[in-house]
């Protein structure tokens, strides 16, 4: 037995010891259940731990029955869907789909309607130390509670809510600190240290961006603002404007700390326990521990960063499908050349905004050279308009969005390989032009991913060879019919089934943005 999968089962055995026979799966005990500790039980724990037990709510709460407070319902009224206020509430989260699930606490509906739990925790801890963390962690392993760990709330797959759950919440534990000669606990003595960073759990990646650029350096992080940097985004892989050039976020991870399922604090990295190290870079979620800080290695600013636009439009019905299957093989091309990106496929043609540090003008000529040709073809127009950011942070200012806020979005994608783009680019626009224009696919993130540290992480093998995170996605209006969510969540599975007959079993998506 190989010493990870040996370890692999001592955590499971673990998680499944207490109150429970070998045989017995363990209890997941929520609000309601019989096993949920009495109030008074809950109340010498928030005594324990300061104070710091939150009884958490869909975030529409303040607007409804016992819970209402006029001042703070405008407040939810206005900044409904405000990233940075959703994710300063400890039952908001950015998909209303696993806020509400079939439940009902709107923002807009009658003070006295009733607002339902939904799918939010019972209760959770506002921890601001390492001590809250292993407080909550033991106190949730003694009483068997179904624990969820909550960051941002960002998640597609919901996996930081959990109805009646009890959950940690991390976004208040915040800190930075850069290095210029970190050196990994552990590490041979005549190891050099390396330009670092450490972040506290709760870091948000536009923090992290503006720090940086005070530092003159560049982190790996994601494309968005307030996605955390030091929890989902890294234990699911984490994908970057600058993939191409120093990998994914789970390649840039030096050292972890954590604590485990036992309540213990541990550091992790690849001298110290190299399995563990390597299921944390790309196992998903909470798999493997909470995690206390990660510290990444940090890179030199670029001179200076290129984006283009890139848009090739069919001028009719005739010229639609050649355009839209050719433009998967020149999004291969482009990345290629290095360009890293983000754009979507609709009834007009191909849409993407390319990023490349350092790049040039005559590098975005030869990269793009395939969108131009398929812009030649008879009834179809290319256009494409490119500048430069001196800094990176100033391309965050203009163009770092956190979009789809408060909405009832999910996805079902597959990573696009060269394969996939250029042998069976008619069977993937087959189903596109077959959906209807709601569902129509985007890329999340366009990019040949440095793969130096591939085989020593845990994310999908797919990402050794994949060119863009291709999805096709649904939503729906908070009160739309329980036959209507139904009918678009088996939509979402009908992609993902077609999804697998066109990739096949070597196919794969990034488990952040899959269909759950
Ligand atoms: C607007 C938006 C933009 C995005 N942009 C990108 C992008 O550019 N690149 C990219 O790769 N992905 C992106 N994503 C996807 C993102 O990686 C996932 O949503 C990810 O799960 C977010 O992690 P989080 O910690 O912020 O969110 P949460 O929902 O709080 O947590 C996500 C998961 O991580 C676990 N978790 C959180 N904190 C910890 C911790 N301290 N220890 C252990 N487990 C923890 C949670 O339990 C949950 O399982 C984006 C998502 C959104 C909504």
Redesign the pocket.
Known sequence: MSLFLFKVLALFLLNTSSNASPTQSRRHCRFGDTCWPDESTWQAFNHSISGRLVRTYPAAAVCHGQTYDAAECEVAKAEWDN?FWRTNQTGA???MVWELGNGQCFINSSRNDACQPGLVPHYSVNATSVADIQAAVRFASDKDLYL??????????G??TGRGAFSIW?HNLKGRKWMKNFVAKGVPEQAKGVAAVTLQ?GE?WLDVYRAASQERVIVVG???R???A????L??????PFANAYGL?VDNLLEAT?VNAKGEHLTVNQYTDRDYFYAIRGG???SW????SVTYRTHPEPSHIQVAFVQVNATSNSSLRPVLERSLGALVNMTDSGYTGYGYLSGAGFTSLFIKPNGTDAQLVKAAAAFYEIGQLPEAAFAMLNFTFPRWIDYCNMFLQ????AQNVMDSSRLLTPDMAFNKADKIIDMMLELSEENYPFF??IGKVNPAERNKTSVHPVWHNSRAVMSFGTNWNDTASDAEKRRKRQLLVDISKRWGNITGPSGGT?A??ANP
């Open positions: 990233s989260y950015t998909a969820v760990v909550k960051n941002t709330g960002h998640d597609h797959l996996r930081s991390t759990p948000q994601g494309a968005a307030t996605v955390g030091a929890g989902g985004w234990t699911g892989g984490g994908h970057s976020g954590l998903g979620g909470s521990g909470v995690l206390t956190d979009p789809n806020i999340n993130f990034y952040n943005e």
